[in-house]
């Protein structure tokens, strides 16, 4: 039974991909999982949600939450197009590469801060990136000027729209970025003390480990995967939103949680974040094909959470009754 309740986020993939192209081989004749449309659609979607929840992996696994990551993404969006801008639309390949280092760093910055508020000061993570959260939407739509800051770049452009051996390359980015995050968590000492933080905090303190260091790096991280997201947002779009990232804050923490990751930390794996967030891309984007309204995704994505919770209860209480 257990061992079912860890693969239910994989079964439910099946079942959902199962689901629409029977309704797309009944309704329309066509099918649904076997276009290349279809299938680059949901892969791209996908891509900006994992952007963003695969440093949250970390941090969730670790025992803490960050909120603030919709406008670390927001944040870079605007500092990169204004870097861009700035420069005009002539702008060669070195400026993009200064501007992504600009957008990355300010992204960076609010890490730290969580991490400092968090591990210095004591303060709840949810209460402590709250408060970034609010700090850096202001910060972004301020030195925006309460606009989207759009640009004119055809090396932006490029990068956010052009494919690598067929793949989408915010695709290639969110895998590979994926890939590096799944072997420091599995492979590392790193791995393994962020692990060890959310099951028994004070083991690892035990053992020697620097936590406030290792809980600085964890916030930092989940800020810089978040910035990569608004760095592609802005590659894609040619334009720089300080709102970027918010649509896709409850999407990115439910990939999380559906990918496995628990409540209370220690759980958590980044191929089921990376399950969690092609769910959300195939829900997203099926609902559309099946001609519902958009808002139908949030009615949705909230009940697979909400599924997502209650296997987590029950793994919690089969590995109770079995002690």
Known sequence: MKSLLNAWSWLFLILILGFFEIYAQIETGNTFLFRVYNLQSIAVAASQI????????????????????????????????????????????????????AGLLSAALVGIVNGWLVAYLSVPSFIGTLGTYGVARGVALIIAGGAVVSIRNSYARDLGNSNILGFPIPLVAAMVLALVCHYVLKHTRFGAHTYALGANPASVERAGVDVKRHLIILFVI?????????????????????????????????????????????QGTITGTVIGAFIIAVIQFGLVFSGLPPYWQFVAVGLVIIIAVLVDQSKDRIVGGKA
């Open 50 to 101: 994992l952007l963003l929840a695969l440093g949250l992996t970390l941090v969730i696994v670790a025992g803490h939450i960050d909120l603030s990551i919709a406008f670390s993404s927001g944040l870079a969006s605007v500092v990169i197009a204004l870097v861009i801008r700035a420069a005009g639309p002539d702008a060669g390949w070195m400026i993009v590469l200064l501007a992504t280092v």
């Open 222 to 266: 989940s800020a810089l995967t978040a910035g990569m997201g608004g760095l592609i947002y802005t590659f894609r779009f040619s334009a720089g939103a300080a709102n970027s990232g918010e649509p896709i804050l409850l999407y990115a923490v439910a990939a999380v949680f559906i990918g496995g990751a628990s409540l209370t930390g220690g």
